[in-house]
Nanobody
Framework: QVQLVESGGGLVQVGGSLRLSCAAS????????MNWYRQAPGKQRELVAG???????NYLDSVKDRFTISRDNAKNTAYLQMNSLKAEDTAVYYC?????????WGRGTQVAVSS
């Protein structure tokens, strides 16, 4: 049974930081591309950042230089370090694990940035 469990969300002021974690089980974690998506109220879900099994990363333009994605294969965990948070970063953040036709999602963690 595959599980992706996000944690680390919460309420933070503009300019603050949060670190999200995604703990995976039931998959060979090191083989998967790990992604963080977010969905704000009334908006479509968007890809925020991704990291491949080889460690290559990609970011949404609006979060470049503020967010950093990383992974620890020994702990089966992916991270999203979010700095200099803005009100527009408010959303539910979802962890996603993808490999070929396998595509798994967590339930999400709420991030709220207050101005």
């Amino acid at each position: 049974q595959v599980q992706l469990v996000e944690s680390g969300g919460g309420l933070v002021q503009v300019g603050g930081s949060l670190r999200l974690s995604c703990a995976a089980s039931g998959i060979i974690f090191r083989l998967y591309t790990m992604n963080w998506y977010r969905q704000a109220p009334g908006k479509q879900r968007e890809l925020v950042a991704g990291i491949t099994s080889g460690g290559s990363t990609n970011y949404l333009d609006s979060v470049k230089d503020r967010f950093t994605i990383s992974r620890d294969n020994a702990k089966n965990t992916a991270y999203l370090q979010m700095n200099s948070l803005k009100a527009e970063d408010t959303a539910v953040y979802y962890c996603n694990a993808k490999r070929v036709t396998n595509d798994y999602w967590g339930r999400g963690t709420q991030v709220a940035v207050s101005s």
